[in-house]
């Protein structure tokens, strides 16, 4: 069992709605969690991170971490085509053998005019 | 808006040719990593280095090999390519301050093409 799960989609909405995104793990001690935006072709590009529980908001993004649940998500409101892309989650935690990222396999998003 | 650079974008090269990326990072970070990326495929580490002099073997088995003399510098070489090593490489590197802080940033990938 991967110790980062999100369902590989593809989720399709229409412009303008809201983008519900969400990562579930197994590893309790992870401490940071990160969302990234990945076009097709191109390097994931940092949305958003978080530490601790609790929501961040930047502009149509919202982040939120349930570390009771072991589940984060990300909403995007007022979708846009160009926010058709492939979006991971990731995350960290101390490890004595090296602090390492632990990516989710990517959700991708097409959202249609 | 991070500052790392991959060169080249695009590489399309012959088998058992000799072939070195260049990755170079601005920020000053002291943590990089390179990861391999299939289309449509999950992320894999294959090298990291902490600091100059530095490196590691990440998750993912690589014929290839990194060097790290300088902070901002961490090119990744293939010293005979192949059809295999066909794939897009992804070049990061990372703040943090805390132990588990480990917010990296990407390059733009190098898409290698081995014929």
């Known amino acids: 069992q991967k110790e980062v799960e999100q369902d590989p989609g593809p989720l399709s909405v229409p412009e303008g709605a809201i983008v519900s995104l969400n990562c579930t793990y197994s590893?309790?001690?992870?401490?940071?969690f990160m969302w990234y935006r990945q076009y097709s072709r191109k390097g994931p590009e940092l949305l958003m991170y978080?530490?601790?529980?609790g929501n961040k908001e930047d502009g149509r993004f919202t982040a939120q971490v349930d570390k009771s649940s072991k589940y984060i998500s990300l909403f995007i409101r007022d979708s846009q085509p160009s926010d058709s892309a492939t979006y991971l989650c990731?995350?960290?935690?101390?490890?004595?053998?090296?602090?390492?990222?632990?990516f989710g396999g990517g959700t991708r998003v097409l959202v249609k005019p | 808006e991070a500052d790392i650079y991959q060169t080249p974008r695009y590489l399309v090269i012959g088998t058992g040719k000799k072939i070195t990326l260049e990755c170079s990072q601005t920020?000053?970070?002291?943590?990089m990593y390179w990861y391999q990326q299939d289309p449509g495929m999950e992320l894999h580490l294959i090298h990291y280095s902490y600091g100059v002099n530095s490196t590691e073997k990440g998750d993912l088995s690589s014929e290839s090999t990194v060097s790290r003399i300088r902070t901002e510098h961490f090119p990744l070489t293939l010293e005979s390519a192949r059809p295999s090593h066909t794939s897009q490489y992804l070049c990061a590197s990372s703040v943090g301050t805390g132990l588990a802080k480990n917010i990296q940033y990407f390059g733009a990938g190098t898409r290698l093409s081995v014929l």
């Open positions: 978080t530490y601790s529980s």
């Open positions: 990731a995350m960290s935690v101390y490890r004595a053998a090296g602090n390492k990222l632990t």
């Open positions: 920020m000053g970070h002291d943590k």
């Open positions: 590893n309790s001690a992870f401490q940071y």
